[in-house]
Nanobody, 125 residues
Framework: QVQLVESGGGLVQAGGSLKLSCAAS??????????MGWFRQAPGKEREFVAA???????YYAESVKGRFTISADHANDTVYLEMNSLKPEDTAIYYC?????????????????WGQGTQVTVSS
């Protein structure tokens, strides 16, 4: 079983920073991780794409977070990070990481196969 565990969420004030991490485990040669992404979902709203990284170096960001968030990965430890700076109240959501055995950057949730349980990020005004 592929497992993803997010961590690093919390409560911060607007303008602050937070760094999320997501560690993947349980995958084998039958499931080669080719990309990982971050999505978020606020209460009553649809899940939206945040950022993605394709091994080893391609990245893609939602326009709403471009310039503020940075996605990176420690491939040796199968861990992806999301550094969030200049946080805004509208960034408040549960953040989920996801992974896919399919290559190519994608902002569509359907392109990802496994999902973590999420970590709450709350940005106060």
């Amino acid at each position: 079983q592929v497992q993803l565990v997010e961590s690093g969420g919390g409560l911060v004030q607007a303008g602050g920073s937070l760094k999320l991490s997501c560690a993947a485990s349980g995958h084998t040669f039958s499931f080669v991780i080719l990309k990982m992404g971050w999505f978020r979902q606020a209460p009553g709203k649809e899940r939206e794409f945040v950022a993605a990284i394709t091994w080893p170096h391609h990245t893609y960001y939602a326009e709403s977070v471009k310039g503020r968030f940075t996605i990176s990965a420690d491939h040796a430890n199968d861990t992806v990070y999301l550094e969030m700076n200049s946080l805004k109240p509208e960034d408040t959501a549960i953040y989920y990481c996801a992974t896919s055995a399919r290559g190519g950057i994608s902002a569509r949730g359907g392109e990802y196969d496994y999902w973590g349980q999420g970590t709450q990020v709350t940005v106060s005004s």
